[in-house]
């Protein structure tokens, strides 16, 4: 079922004080949770008030403004421009920083009210752990996406990424930390929630077992752990079924939760994903980009579900109340084929016939008569296989950091750049502007900071 938000009172009283970073936090705020989390209910309602902070909205924003996912829209007045030209200085608002820092910072309140907290019952003391492992997992979930946009490289484990904070920040100024310590903080907080979440527990709409091993998947691919990615991947294709063609666009009307992992509910007064691109019917500030739109078979069921008539982007239709409010979906069984097959191809001895084999079987479900693909070697398929990440997840948050990772260059086709007033068509894949800058908000009151460097 769909969270039920808690009271005003209680997410005032809970996250008095509250900041867009980690480290702008009250000291009066140190008391908060001995005063509103007192048993294990209450643990409950506030581990329910995290959910509703967690968002990849900021990243999903960024990803498509930054990429060759749009092109800009007659109707765009300068919203998201500075982004969508690469014109990005440290003060440049991305929200990224900011939303994940601030869901960290409330995790590890509500985890060090949990150790004061007895349970009366088995039965609460099972549920006190639950909580616990899903703030845990969550912890993983929001320093890994800072991660993959703060740190130059995904498999320099030297390289300067962001602080891992895992305690209650109150006077301190944590400093950031290298991409090596931020994964070892992931795993041991995955590894600590895959001990205390039951592998019954299967909600989609709360951090479960199962978006654990997602997000191991996710990991393992980016930092080129393939044999990893293919074990966790395996494990969630062997479980989930690929939704039909039929069954597609009902993903997105939220209609069904078929080969949906972990999402994010959202419900009215929450931010609606839709608008970003769309603020209501009659304007728009972006397009989908010639360049997307041309990669997609006439007949593929996703061009329908993601584009109307007018070539609108409506992969998050909403409703008819509010327009653009659908869940956020962070973890689906297709990436798990994507990433599979890309890490069959990767292997130093390529799966080629098991990438083939699921590179079919996802294509199959979203294209009517479908005729199979053959692979013939590895450096001719991972090409298709990137293309078709670039088709499904499409507007999920997901183009910037596979170019980053894959180190290729934003490549925009003359029709997405004719309307741009900067020369923005073109973005080397050794540019300083793939590691986001340090929020400057950040630089100012943390001395130990150290900005990325161009910035």
């Known amino acids: 079922m769909k969270y039920f938000k ?9 996250l008095l004080g509250s900041c867009d970073n980690a480290i702008d936090v009250a000291p009066a705020d140190e008391i908060v949770e001995s005063n509103a989390i007192t048993n294990v209910k209450d643990v409950g309602d506030a581990v329910i008030g995290v959910y509703s902070t967690v968002s990849n909205t900021s990243d999903l924003y960024w990803d498509a403004l930054f990429t060759d996912e749009l092109t800009i829209a007659p109707q765009n007045n300068g919203q998201g421009i500075q982004v969508h030209t690469w014109s990005i200085t440290s003060g440049e608002g991305n929200g990224i920083y900011g939303s994940h820092s601030t869901t960290i910072n409330r995790i590890n309140r509500v985890l060090e009210a949990i150790e004061g907290i007895t349970a009366d019952t088995p039965e609460e003391e099972a549920l006190l752990q639950r909580y616990k492992g899903e703030l845990l997992g969550l912890r993983a979930y929001s320093h890994f996406q800072m991660a993959v946009y703060y740190t130059p490289s995904m498999t320099d484990l030297n390289a300067l990424s962001v602080p891992y904070v895992d305690y209650v920040v109150v006077l301190q100024t944590p400093n950031r930390n290298t991409l090596g310590e931020v994964l070892a903080g992931i ?47 395996t494990q969630l294709i062997n479980k989930y079924s690929l939704p039909t063609i039929s ?62 008539a007018q070539n609108r982007i409506v992969k998050y239709p909403g409703t008819a109340a509010v327009i653009g409010l659908n869940d956020l979906k962070i973890f689906r069984i297709s990436e798990q084929y994507l990433i599979r097959m890309e890490a069959y191809l990767r292997q130093s001895s390529p799966n080629i016939a098991g990438a083939e084999a699921d590179y079919n079987t996802l294509r199959r479900n979203r294209i009517p008569n479908y005729v199979d693909a053959d692979f013939t070697t590895s450096a001719a398929a991972i090409p298709q296989v990137l293309e078709e990440r670039y088709r499904e997840l499409a507007y999920e948050g997901f ?25 923005a068509c073109f973005l080397e894949a050794s540019s300083y502007l793939w590691a986001l800058p340090i929020p400057q908000s950040e630089i100012f009151v943390n001395d130990e900071m150290i900005q990325n460097p161009g910035y």
């Not at 808690?6 to 809970?14: E, G, K």
């Open 399 to 423: 183009r910037f950091i596979d170019l980053k990772r894959t180190a290729r260059p934003v490549d925009r086709n003359d029709a997405d750049c004719e309307d741009l007033a900067a020369d």
């Open 187 to 233: 795993n041991s907080d995955l590894d600590q929630a895959q001990s205390l979440i039951p592998d019954s527990f299967e909600e989609v709409y709360f951090f479960n077992a199962d978006a654990i091993t997602a997000l191991r998947s996710r990991i393992a691919l980016y930092t080129r752990d393939y044999a990893a990615a293919i074990n966790y991947s």
């Open 6 to 14: 808690i009271s005003f009172l209680f997410a005032s009283l809970l």
């Open 247 to 308: 069954e597609y666009p009902l993903v997105w009307t939220d209609d069904i939760v078929k080969g949906q992992i972990f999402k994010l509910a959202r419900v009215a007064g929450d931010g609606a994903v839709g608008q970003l691109f769309n603020p209501n019917p009659s304007l728009t500030y972006f397009n989908p980009s010639t360049k997307l739109l041309e990669a997609y078979q006439a007949d593929d069921v996703r061009k329908d579900v993601f584009f109307d």
